[in-house]
Nanobody, 122 residues
Framework: QVQLVESGGTSVQAGGSLRLSCAASGYTYSSYCMGWFRQAPGKERERVATLLTGSGATYLADSVKGRFTISRDNAKNTLYLQMNSLKPEDTAVYYC???????????????WGQGTQVTVSA
């Protein structure tokens, strides 16, 4: 059974940095997609970043390009999201997800963590 456990969310001032972590276990495929999504109050869950474990190919949403970085520690089976130059509009619950394919729509992803709150104050 796939389990994803996020950590690292907290409150930070605008311009600050945070690193989210997602410890993954139970995935049996040699290559799969891991990603970060976020959901702000009253908004739909949106894709932030994805990483395909086999090739290392990454995707970053336009809204976070140049500020966020997605990476993975294979030895620890942990996914990271380094967030720099944070803005108030980055405030959301951030979710780690895993799936066989890197779909853009959150509804097509099978495995989710419990979410971690990131709050950016002006």
């Amino acid at each position: 059974q796939v389990q994803l456990v996020e950590s690292g969310g907290t409150s930070v001032q605008a311009g600050g940095s945070l690193r989210l972590s997602c410890a993954a276990s139970g995935y049996t495929y040699s290559s799969y997609c891991m990603g970060w999504f976020r959901q702000a109050p009253g908004k739909e869950r949106e894709r932030v970043a994805t990483l395909l474990t086999g090739s290392g190919a990454t995707y970053l949403a336009d809204s976070v390009k140049g500020r966020f970085t997605i990476s993975r520690d294979n030895a620890k089976n942990t996914l990271y999201l380094q967030m720099n130059s944070l803005k108030p509009e980055d405030t959301a619950v951030y979710y780690c997800a895993a799936n066989r394919v890197c779909y853009s729509s959150y509804s097509l992803w099978n495995y989710w963590g419990q979410g971690t709150q990131v709050t950016v104050s002006a």
